[in-house]
């Protein structure tokens, strides 16, 4: 049974970073790309970053330069740093997992930037 599990969300000052984080079981978790995608109430899911089986990342342009997306496959994670937050960055915040035609999800963890 796949399971991917986000943790690190939460409410945080304008400016302020966070560290979400989503273990990963039941996959041969080295294989798959990994990604975080959000989902703000009223608007479609969207990709936020992206981190390939190989290490090659990418990102959504409204964070590049603030999110950095890593892995580390002895711990079968992937992490999502978020710094220099904005209130547009509130939403749900979903981990995926994805190998040629399959995708999993997690259940999501809510980040609200607000003052």
């Known amino acids: 049974q796949v399971q991917l599990v986000e943790s690190g969300g939460g409410l945080v000052q304008p400016g302020g970073s966070l560290r979400l984080s989503c273990a990963a079981s039941g996959i041969i978790f080295s294989i798959h790309r990994m990604g975080w995608y959000r989902q703000a109430p009223g608007k479609q899911r969207e990709l936020v970053a992206g981190i390939t089986s190989g290490g090659s990342t990418n990102y959504a342009d409204s964070v590049k330069g603030r999110f950095t997306i890593s892995r580390d496959n002895a711990k079968n994670t992937v992490y999502l740093q978020m710094n220099s937050l904005k209130p547009e960055d509130t939403a749900v915040y979903y981990c995926?997992?994805?190998?040629?035609?399959?995708?999993?999800w997690g259940q999501g963890t809510q980040v609200t930037v607000s003052s």
């Open positions: 995926n997992a994805g190998l040629r035609s399959l995708s999993y």
